[in-house]
């Protein structure tokens, strides 16, 4: 039997179709679309959204949707952002970090929504500029937030009652000191460090001073010298520990296990609070509202886990019918990861099963969160102006480090910050 | 006929080149899959950075985005205090782990080239780190070196010596350069091992014959044998460490301050953090290029001298 021999023509020929059967399903806009709406979002499917999802098919039984979650880091933004460009079937999807949102919304890879928004009462929120609740791009509403996450203070009870320290209702930056210093003992530091005092005082898009940083401003240079002389008199968490221990992601860790007493945090880490036997403990948490400054009374935590809409999405009807759903009685099962819904539409109850866990009288003092959770109305600091706002974050971090570690002095960290922070105001405000 | 012309034009061709059997193209089919992966992973990514370090370009905006600014970026990369930090810490790092590796690598290679009990798994042990995994390896450094409970402090208390380690920005490089060292010596002195049981027995009869002395053995018949080992082993490292990111990724994420924020760190932070793919991809070019000069001086160097011996 002859052989059959192949001609260079044919041999390249079958090179050329091997590689485009590998690389033609990873590519090209349209490439794999499906009938179900994609939704991306950073939080397991398990911690809420597949129920809401599993919810929004149940009321829209036309309608199918698939979640994929990525990790909400630097990788996990990379695949979205190339995701998106690169045309895979992806219809709504959140964003979480300011950065990437102002890259995303400048960049068109979000929809306008700003008629969905002016047109419902319900949505008419939005259109808020004093508190924000969405992402607004040269006048186009382009980002709708889903959460909101107000900062408070956890006290350990059990060891609050042994050294006689008062919950406090209201408290002023310096009473916080203080009461760090009266819960410092031999086996726990009073606090794990100490609130943003500039955001506190200052309030939303704090960085920021017409076209030049704002860290010129006094409590910038304030916050770094509390948290340094905390760290230094032992009544805030040593940084060395923070910085060898990566403690920064692992903060409750060390909350349970006593070795901080005041903990400023957000609804997020309430769930490493309701199971002892995942996380064991013996005692109850109770709240305290985030302290003040000067009379300023901003709140540290903010608007969030902001919902868009691809805007090559060919199923926009369906993803806004998702995104309304989500906005305005979907979200309810996100209360169990912590996500307090931006538009509230959840009753007390539900509030505390879904963030609280089954048994919340064993772990929390229910009337201290009734009253700072539930019943106070903190004024949320959402950042919209977000020119080189990673670099400046990269900058305040690195410096503050420097400082707290003690090998810089607040003032000398400041000025470098204020050097960095201007430097990527200018660059970025000259790029196209 | 065209079938006919089709053969005629085949025969034709290998007349033109009787090297090339037409049946030997087969052989691209079986290399195919390599080349491919090549082509869409190492030669389309090289050329996309050459193209991209002469643009203003972050990614999300899509190749429509993309904004070519001729050379901007290498006159603001001249002027960028960040880059030239992150340059001097990679020339210490380099400067200071390759040569210790390989110093001390050489003589665990000589050490282990001796009959020593137990010695197949000695060397087992050493190559070790070569292999792990190095968020396994970061983890464990990690906890070694906690300047509170690590180990490494708790023996180094004796001697009145407290490092911060990763939590200081004095200490975070030299902790990180005794990483890579730990990590190298292992597979600096298997490369030395497999070299030195290639060295000309004869001579070393011969040397032995005359009474040399060790330290005359070394210098007169070891050292110049292992020199195109010392060549390798030096332009390997010097690329590897000059690429060094999987640990100051994990560890130490550039900090504390800047203070672990090498060129390769650095770049990442440009390109993934900020999203500045054009100037990351001009640092990376510029980066190649001194790396090259770097390696090719090293290589000029240690074979002016191998010729020379």
Redesign the interface.
């Known amino acids: 039997m002859r ?1 059959k ?4 023509r044919e ?1 390249l020929a ?2 050329g179709a ?2 485009a059967a ?2 033609v399903p990873g590519c090209g806009s349209g490439g794999g679309r499906s009938g179900a709406l994609q939704v991306w979002g950073g939080v397991p499917a398990a911690s809420g959204p597949g129920d809401v999802v599993k919810a929004f098919q149940a009321k829209f039984p036309q309608y199918a949707v698939d979640y994929t979650r990525f990790v909400n880091d ?2 996990g933004n ?1 695949k979205l ?2 995701a ?2 690169g045309g895979v079937d992806i219809d709504v999807y959140f964003t979480y970090s300011q950065g990437a949102m102002a ?2 919304a400048g ?3 979000a929809a306008d929504l700003t008629d969905r928004v002016t047109n419902d009462p319900e949505l008419k929120v939005f259109l808020d500029t004093e508190q924000p609740r969405s992402y607004i791009d040269n006048g186009k509403v382009k980002a709708l937030a889903t959460a909101r996450e107000p900062f408070f203070v956890l006290f350990n009870e059990k060891l609050r009652q042994q050294a006689g320290v008062e919950l406090p209702q209201a408290w002023t930056i310096d009473e916080f000191r203080s009461t760090a210093k009266r819960l410092t003992t031999d086996k726990t530091v009073g606090a794990y460090t100490v609130p943003d005092i500039a955001r506190i005082a200052l309030g939303p898009n704090y960085w920021y001073d017409g076209n030049r940083s704002n860290f010129g401003d006094p409590h910038f240079e304030q916050g770094f010298r509390v948290g340094r002389e905390m760290i230094a008199d032992g009544t805030a968490f040593p ?3 923070v ?4 403690l920064d992601a692992y903060q409750q860790n060390s909350f349970l296990t006593e070795e901080f007493h005041l903990w400023s945090t957000a609804p997020f880490n309430l769930r490493y609070l309701y199971d002892a036997k995942k996380y064991p403990h013996d005692f109850k948490v109770s709240f305290a509202p985030s302290p003040t400054v000067d009379g300023k009374d901003w709140n540290g935590g903010s608007y969030s886990n902001f919902i868009m809409i691809n805007p090559k999405s060919p199923k926009f009807e369906a993803a806004w019918a998702f995104v309304k759903f989500w906005l305005t009685e979907g979200a309810t099962p996100m209360l169990k990861g912590g996500k307090l819904p931006a538009l509230g539409g959840v009753t007390d109850d539900q509030v505390i099963t879904g963030m609280l866990g089954k048994e919340p009288d064993k772990y929390f003092d229910m009337d201290s969160f009734r009253r700072v959770v539930l019943e106070a109305d903190p004024k949320l600091a959402t950042d919209t102006r977000l020119t080189g706002f ?2 400046i974050t ?1 900058a305040v ?3 503050r ?2 400082c707290w ?1 003690g ?2 002095d607040p003032g000398v960290a400041i000025r470098e910050v204020r050097r960095l922070a201007d430097a990527a105001i200018a660059r970025n405000e000259r ?2 | 006929m065209a079938t006919a012309a ?1 053969a005629t034009a ?1 025969r034709v ?1 290998t007349e033109k080149a009787p090297g090339i059997k ?2 030997g ?2 052989g ?2 079986f290399i ?2 390599n ?2 992966g090549v082509i ?1 992973f190492t030669l389309i990514p090289l050329i996309s950075v050459v193209v991209l370090a002469f643009t ?1 370009w ?5 190749l429509g ?1 993309i ?1 070519f600014n001729g050379i901007d970026n290498f006159v603001a990369i001249a002027r960028d205090p960040g880059f030239w930090h992150a340059i001097g810490l990679t020339l210490v790092y380099v400067v200071v782990s390759v040569p210790l590796t390989v110093v001390l690598g050489l003589a665990l290679g000589i050490a282990l080239n001796r009959p020593l009990p137990g010695r197949a798994v000695l060397r087992a042990i050493f190559f070790l780190p070569y292999i792990v995994n190095v968020v396994a390896i970061g983890m464990t450094w ?1 906890m070694l ?4 409970a ?1 180990l490494v402090n708790q023996v180094l208390d004796a001697f009145g010596i407290q490092p ?7 200490w975070a490089l030299p902790a990180l350069i005794v990483m890579a060292i730990w990590g190298g010596v292992g597979y600096c002195s298997l490369i030395y091992l497999s070299a030195l049981q290639d060295a000309p027995r004869q001579l070393y009869e011969a040397a032995d014959i005359d009474g040399a002395s060790a330290w005359a053995k070394f210098r007169v018949i070891t050292w110049p044998s292992l020199l195109p080992t010392t060549i390798f082993l030096l332009v390997t490292l010097i690329i590897g460490a000059s690429q060094g990111f999987g640990l100051i990724a994990l560890i130490t994420a ?5 203070s672990t924020t090498t060129i390769s760190y650095y770049m990442y ?1 440009t390109g ?4 500045r793919f054009g100037y990351a991809s001009a640092i990376g070019l510029v980066t190649f290029v001194g790396v090259l000069v770097l390696t090719l001086l090293t290589w000029r160097a240690q074979r002016g001298r191998a010729l020379n011996e």
Do not use: C
């Not at chain 1, 021999?5 to 260079?8: E, G, K, Q």
């Open positions: 052989r021999r192949f001609s260079r041999v079958g090179l091997a590689g590998a690389l630097d990788r990379l952002d190339t998106l460009q890259l995303r960049s068109g890879l940084w060395t520990e910085l060898a221990r990566h990673p670099e990269l971090k690195q410096q480090d420097l570690l090998e810089k790029r196209p | 089709v085949s061709r037409p049946r193209w087969i691209f089919l195919a899959p080349l491919l869409a203003d972050n990614l999300v905006s899509g985005g904004t990690l070196m906690n300047p509170k690590g911060g380690w990763f939590a200081s920005s004095h550039g900090g504390p301050g800047d932070q993934f953090q900020f999203y």
